[in-house]
């Protein structure tokens, strides 16, 4: 029995080396991209060809005024300081203030981050619940119609231009049929009735159990969340499907198969089970994408988001506002990376 403890303890302490190795090697990884993205958002900062202290002061103002507001920004010192500043502020969640309405980018980000979440989480669901199930069917009925169909639907939501779909989508659903609110999160007439919470409208009137903000908001953003969702519908169903044609043409699936195995337990709780790892990365892909990529959806449907507010500081020359939530944004595709590698670990027993 001695030895046996004994015996446990030393599996223990020989695994624990391996465990702490691999957690600093994921914070070094996760730090050393945080910098190199840092590094090249001050980059950027510096080579736009944009004055910040006359963005700030305006070309009226003194000299005087432009070499005060020069020193307080800390241009006179070394890119290498100005960079050792930059990274203490970011730390801090501090990207400076705003050209636009002088308020801390911080805070305008908090506000309109929560709309591009909503947004992008109801259409990567969408996309999820279609795509997936779909690109699976079609797999397993390869040259039958639903493949065809899966197939065109993939094609057409790669090369169909999101801003097209959107005009023709509000024009046809909101102007024509009526079905779906217009644009923006909700209709005039609700604006800040339901305290914001989460700064999740959909959410927040559950909350206040307002079910006519509720219905409101939901007809503002099915629409645009349906587009979103069927662009990454198009690319997770065509994954799917390759990833599934693959472990059906694999010999243990014939050996399941000859062993009279049910055709749904041979496609979903053996090949499907074997793609999920897979699927996870392409999932998180997508998602990723969502939330940075939905500027075009977002201008067209006037949703107060992310991706709109980064445009229309682009336009102004807000360079504290664009680099703010570029390197939010860049965040995020870390922290989405960072959680498919602890997903990889509970559908994966080998990555343990």
Excluded at 155 to 168: A, Q
Aim: aromatic content about 12%; proline content about 4%.
């Amino acid at each position: 029995m001695a030895l046996t403890e004994d015996n446990g303890k030393r599996r223990v302490h020989a695994s624990l080396p391996a465990w702490i190795k691999t957690t600093a090697l994921t914070i070094g990884s996760i730090a050393v991209t945080m910098l190199g993205l840092l590094f090249v958002t001050f980059i950027i900062g510096r080579v736009m060809p944009i004055d910040p202290v006359l963005a700030i002061v305006g070309e009226r103002a003194s000299q005087s005024t432009y070499d005060a507001v020069f020193l307080e920004l800390g241009l006179d010192k070394p890119l290498v300081v100005q960079f050792g500043y930059y990274i203490w502020d970011v730390l801090h969640l501090d990207f400076g203030t705003s050209l636009l309405n002088a308020r801390p980018v911080s805070e305008d980000i908090a506000r309109v981050f929560p709309a591009t979440l909503e947004l992008a989480t109801l259409g990567i669901f969408i996309g999820i619940v279609i795509g997936v199930p779909l690109g699976v069917v079609a797999a397993a009925r390869k040259g039958s119609w639903i493949d065809q169909l899966a197939r065109v639907l993939a094609l057409v939501g790669y090369s169909m231009p999101i801003f097209w779909l959107g005009l023709m989508g509000l024009l046809i659903f909101y102007g024509i049929l009526g079905w779906v609110g217009g644009p923006g999160r909700v209709g005039i007439f609700y604006v800040d009735v339901v305290p914001s919470v989460t700064g999740l409208i959909l959410v927040d009137a559950a909350l206040d159990r307002n079910w006519d903000v509720f219905k409101d908001a939901f007809s503002h953003i099915i629409l645009p969340a349906s587009l979103l969702g069927y662009f990454s519908l198009a690319y997770i169903s065509r994954m799917t499907r390759s990833f599934m044609l693959e472990q059906l043409s694999a010999e243990y699936i014939t050996t399941a198969r000859v062993k009279g195995m049910s055709e749904w337990d041979v496609i979903w709780k053996h090949a499907f089970k074997n793609i999920r790892v897979q699927l996870i990365t392409v999932i998180a892909l997508s998602y990723a994408n969502l939330l940075e990529g939905s500027v075009l959806t977002e201008i067209i449907f006037s949703w107060p988001g992310i991706g709109s507010y980064i445009t229309t500081a682009l336009l102004s020359a807000d360079m504290n506002a664009v680099l703010g939530g570029t390197v939010v944004v860049g965040l995020i595709f870390i922290l989405l990376n960072i959680f498919s590698d602890l997903l990889y670990k509970v559908f994966d027993p080998r990555a343990k």
